[in-house]
């Protein structure tokens, strides 16, 4: 069973950046790198909404929100995906959680809020 741990969130000033980071345990390293590993993110009273995903051969997807501001990537020898946020925006304000797609079953971390501050 994978475990995804987020980390990296925090408070920053609009215009700023932040790099999450999304550790997967439970898996080997070659189970790591055929996975989709995606970031999603829930601002309150809101409903969770993606933000990106990379596949297994590296290739990407964004949501159009965050096209040319954000970046995933992954390094498959540490079992971890990253989410690089530039030009942060208050409403970027949420919290994000990274989800491992693992034969037919989607994990989930608990999360890590970033605060956007005007």
């Known amino acids: 069973q994978v475990q995804p741990v987020e980390s990296g969130g925090g408070l920053v000033q609009a215009g700023g950046s932040l790099r999450l980071s999304c550790a997967a345990s439970?898996?080997?390293?070659?189970?790591?790198?055929?996975?989709?590993m995606g970031w999603y993110r829930q601002a309150p009273g809101n409903q969770r909404e993606f933000v990106a995903q990379?596949?297994?051969?590296?290739?990407?997807n964004y949501a159009d929100f965050v096209k040319g501001r954000f970046t995933i990537s992954r390094d498959n020898a540490k079992n971890t995906v990253y989410l690089q946020m530039n030009s942060l925006k208050p409403e970027d304000t949420a919290v994000y959680y990274c989800?491992?797609?693992?034969?037919?079953?989607?994990?989930w971390g608990q999360g890590t809020q970033v605060t956007v501050s005007s």
């Open positions: 439970g898996v080997t390293r070659n189970i790591f790198s055929i996975l989709t």
């Open positions: 990379i596949f297994s051969g590296a290739s990407t």
């Open positions: 989800k491992a797609d693992y034969a037919g079953v989607g994990y």
